[in-house]
């Protein structure tokens, strides 16, 4: 069985802890501050801010980004998705 990537890691934890939450509560969408996900999970901001910024992202989650803010690879970045 091949490991997740670091990047695989983001999506899934934005996933399960942002996004499945936000529809649960039939939210239209979710906004993510990158330093709580990289603190949560010990990475590194660009690697945070580059897999929420990816497309792979917003495919492999159903999601559309709305707006992104911020720094382009700060802890403040804050990233608003359509779910």
Known sequence: MSRMSKSDEV???V???YVVPARNSHSTQVTVVAGDVAKA???RMPLVCGALGALKFETECGVNLL???GPREGATATFT???
């Open 11 to 13: 999506r899934a934890y």
């Open 15 to 17: 996933l399960s802890n």
């Open 41 to 43: 999970l010990k990475l």
């Open 67 to 69: 707006e992104r803010t």
């Open 81 to 83: 998705f359509a779910v």
